[in-house]
């Protein structure tokens, strides 16, 4: 047995692509055919108004379905922000339907907002939340959504709600009196079907609804469909004991065209209709070297969807954390519907619209309905919901260096002082899973790293940190006492028959902590603490893996669904939040051994909506070639739109041996994506940047130094997002939200407003065509002050030697120009102020510094510093009251970009003193530069040129 385990592992491992026969496809999940056999048309739920609870922010409200005569409960909250909330579950439930914890994923429980009855009629109920109008039709059941008399949102719109409720197991008894009785009804008299309540709608009659299928009406009652109470995938056996309990309803997208998010999938960042595909899957799953360009399931699920156009931008976000399954149809929407209850712009125009279908294996009907309008408005109302990206410390915004696996301690020396001799900086080395005695979380190699705080401290001299992996699955070994104390402290997930789960991961034999239980996730925290994790210090920070979770002789290489968890809930309950709770539980540990004062950093594979509360993500094992390059903007583009704004991908793919040119466009592409790390497989190349041939090296040096000259960028950035949930990496309909042009656009991409950003992702190419958005705006190249006109196609030169990166006119840009070998080296190193003027010479921008390491801003000690160029005049001051720290950091530099002319003089007022400054001036760029203004960020100041 221990052979055959030996050998799956060792397939696993040395596989050189996806096997698609490891993972589900519809067809081979019961639930995902059942919903997926539905057809659009009228529900058979109705409202029963009789039942109608009215309060200031919420009603609440039966449904019944006709067919079965099983009730459910709506209830349907306004929400402060904008946003709505939609809940349906049993009305009498057998035991509690699973539903996430208020607090874990959800930050809290949801501020209300009134609701107003503005109308309620015979076929339906209006309710009023702030410029919205909220339609509840009686029969059939449905919800609209109206944003300044446009439908926006339809819920139920296509007739597919499906609500499987708790039920007894049939018996044998029950099926032989049900098939005789099937047999018998024709020879017995007709008797009167059991009614649904006379008149369920106030002055409407019950009508008799079109379309009923015959095959329904000829099964007898108790028949159950196959995969109901049991299924088998390949040689697994799921006994679902609790039986089916899926749930799924269709939310369309009336007057949308493109609708975008629900990560992680290897696809475009505009999602495509699956009408002739499987539904796009959320399932946590191990899939290395995955398949591009298709709906299967990958390490994480974010359930939330936007959906834009011209108008406005709209959401919602499906808050279950069971499979779940989504299919996008693109239609045209019912006009002759909404004309009744919105004034549509009348004529033969017909309105788009985007259907899609929602699905999960259990829990309840949970939908939060984001009703922006724009986008920086949705982004908010989901951060105000799951949490924004946490301000990570500065080092872990600059370069880390991985490999699977740093070989020993003199290996890592030898790395760092390469790194130094071949002067490119990095800020982490990190250490894979040979590091530790065994696959033993928590421990050391002792022949291989018998000095680990030596090794650490040695990079903590140079301003550097270190990165251990800490995998969630547990050697079974009885002398391993991280494994021991879990087991004796009875903190196992428990196998379907209540004993201690059993799989195999990179130690062989293991267990997994139940980190759904919050003692279990309070114990792991603890073992962060240094008395627990020998060998550590405060600069060794932590990277979960394998936590989808990763189980290598298990059912789609993961748990089994009927896997017990806290409480009794199965797996099949909570399975995409497994990997959440490790990240979390991991976070707070670091949290605790500081005492709550130094900010964590912890790298997750598997994550889930609010996982950005909680430190980075990066897209997995990804392969070394040109299409994986290609794909990784979109899948960051996509993870920032779903609130993971602290992403990014292997730099130079994971698997595979990458040739130089495209190990070179990737590490300029990393240079200019949120998180930036290079990472390899144990079976690849040793190709360490310095390791490139010296022109190829060259270029990665200066594209990583490159990278911490924008640091002040970058983390200013990051402070809007977690102030706001505003996105960091964007797709141009962020800024840019009328033109249609950028609907589709995901090769191309901004941060923040001010950079724009198109890597090249083609092998040999030498030039680009870039799309430079925004009517009358201008923008310049940030190497050589170029400028290019906006709202169109322009291209540009892209020899190996150059990233087309672009400052937008009207921005001012911080960097910060000295660079070191670390980012905490350049913590006190001024700053130069990069001045773009748009074609009124006019241009404003900001700054956010704070120690760069500690929860000290949320005592108030930051500055924030607003800069603003206009009549030739840069004023500098305090963007927020509130902040009242100080800084060493000082303004070294201005270049003021696209200036007409040569200036005669240049004057800096600082507290009413005022003197001259240097200054020179190329016509040819048309670049002002002022230099050594020398003047403290923090302080308020004046430069007058004339």
Known sequence: MLSYYLCCLLLIVQVHSVNRDNFKTCDQSGFCKRHRSMQPGNSPYIVLMDSLKISSSQISVQLLNTKTNVRLVLDLYGLQGNTARVKINELEPLKPRYEIPVGDVLIGEPKQQDLKVLDKGAGSITLGLEDNK??????????????GEEPVVSINAQGLLKFEHFRKKPGWVDKLTSVFSWFSEPFREAQPEEQAPANPIEGEEKKEEEGEKKEEEKKPDNEEEPGLWEETYKSFHDPKPNGPASVGIDVSFPGFENV???????????????KDTDPYRLFNLDVFEYELYNPMALYGSVP??????????????WNNAAETWIDIRSTTADKNFFSKIADLVKGNTEMAQMDTHWFSESGVVDIFVMLGPRPKDVFKQYAALTGSTELPPLFAIAYHQCRWNYNDQDDVKNVDANMDSFDIPYDVIWLDIEHTNGKRYFTWDAHKFPSSKDMINGEAVKGRKMVTIVDPHLKRDDNYNVYTDAKNRDMMVKGGGGEEYEGWCWPGSSSWPDFINPEVRNWWASKFQYSEYGGSTPDLYIWNDMNEPSVFNGPEITFHKDVQHYGGTENRDVHNLYGFYVQKATAEGILM?????????VLTRAFFAGSQRFGAVWTGDNMGEWSHL??????????????????????????????????????QAGSFQPFFRAHAHIDTKRRE??????????????????????????????????RSGETVMSPLWVTYPEDKSTFEMDDEYLLGSSLLVKPITEQGSVGTSVYFPGKDEVWYDIDTYQSYAGSQNTYVNAPLDKIPVFQRGGSIVPRKMRVRRSSSLMASDPFTLIICLDKQGEASGDLYADDYKSFAYRRGEYIHRTFSFKNNILQSSNADPSGKGSTKEWVEKLIIVGY????????????????????????????????????NIAKDFTITIQ
């Not at 975008?260 to 699956?274: N, V």
């Not at 051994?593 to 950093?601: I, K």
């Not at 490139?692 to 002040?712: F, G, S, W």
Request: no cysteine.
């Open 593 to 601: 051994r500081s005492n709550n004062e130094q900010r964590p950093f």
């Open 900 to 935: 007409p002319k040569a200036a005669t003089s240049v004057h800096i007022t600082v507290d009413g003193n005022s003197q001259s400054l240097h200054h020179s001036y190329d016509s040819n760029s048309r670049v002002l530069t002022v230099r050594k203004p020398e003047v």
């Open 134 to 147: 909220i339609v509840v039709s009686y029969s059939p059941f449905r919800i609209d959504f109206v944003s």
């Open 260 to 274: 975008y998010g629900i990560p992680e999938h290897a696809e475009s960042m505009a999602l495509k209709t699956t």
């Open 689 to 722: 940047p310095f390791l490139l041939p010296e022109e190829n090296m060259k270029i990665v040096r200066e594209a990583i130094r490159k990278r911490y000259t924008y640091l002040p960028f970058w983390y200013t950035l990051f402070y809007h997002g977690f």
């Open 630 to 667: 290609k794909v990784s903007n979109p899948m960051l583009l996509t993870l920032n739109l779903a609130g993971i704004t602290f992403s990014g991908a292997d730099v130079g793919g994971f698997f595979r041996n990458p040739d130089h040119e495209l190990q070179t466009r990737w590490y």
């Open 304 to 317: 939330v969807m936007w959906a834009h156009n011209e108008k406005s931008t709209v959401g919602i976000y």
